[in-house]
């Protein structure tokens, strides 16, 4: 497809809106779906960590 200035590549033809929200949606949904696995992993390490030092008191 051949647009003939920038803003004309932005708006696709009258569907820019949808397009581009598209586009976003689906980046914000893959950053998401890369960093809570992130996060819980961090907390998942903390607690477990926790629960072995607990342990070993009470042993």
Do not use: C, D
């Amino acid at each position: 497809m051949y647009f003939e200035s920038f803003s004309e590549f932005l708006n696709m033809g009258g569907h820019g809106l949808y397009v581009w929200m598209a586009y976003g949606l689906s980046a914000v949904l893959l950053a998401i779906n890369v960093v809570l696995p992130i996060m819980h992993k961090g907390q998942l390490v903390k607690e477990q960590a926790r629960k072995l030092r607990r342990e070993q008191k009470t042993s």
